[in-house]
């Protein structure tokens, strides 16, 4: 079992800049590549950023630029998991979701709303 958490969410204003954080525990060393997705009620999750555990990272085009994703391993465990958000738009607007990929499939967090005023 693997446990997520996300934090960091919250309203900024458009040009402005958010860090989203992850907190990983319990199963980790099962853990392969982490993401973050996004979502908007009533329409399909879609993929922000992923990062492997070699940390080679990919980004959706929409974000490409603007948004940084990092991960690491402060101990035997726990991960952490970051998105850096720049230049925040307001189509950036959603719930955004921590993903892990283990051995025994994907496991989700509950989410973390930003809100991108214009």
């Known amino acids: 079992q693997v446990q997520l958490v996300e934090s960091g969410g919250g309203l900024v204003q458009a040009g402005g800049s958010l860090r989203l954080s992850c907190t990983a525990s319990?199963?980790?060393?099962?853990?392969?590549?982490m993401g973050w997705y996004r979502q908007t009620p009533g329409k399909q999750r879609e993929l922000v950023a992923t990062?492997?555990?070699?940390?080679?990272?990919?980004?959706?085009d929409s974000v490409k630029g603007r948004f940084t994703i990092t991960r690491s391993n402060a101990n035997n465990t726990m991960y952490t998991m970051y998105l850096q958000m720049n230049s925040l738009k307001p189509e950036d607007t959603r719930v955004y979701y921590c993903?892990?990929?283990?051995?025994?499939?994907?496991?989700w967090g509950k989410g973390t709303l930003v809100t991108v005023s214009s």
């Open positions: 319990g199963s980790i060393f099962s853990i392969g590549a």
């Open positions: 993903s892990a990929n283990t051995r025994w499939g994907n496991y």
């Open positions: 990062v492997t555990s070699g940390g080679t990272t990919n980004y959706a």
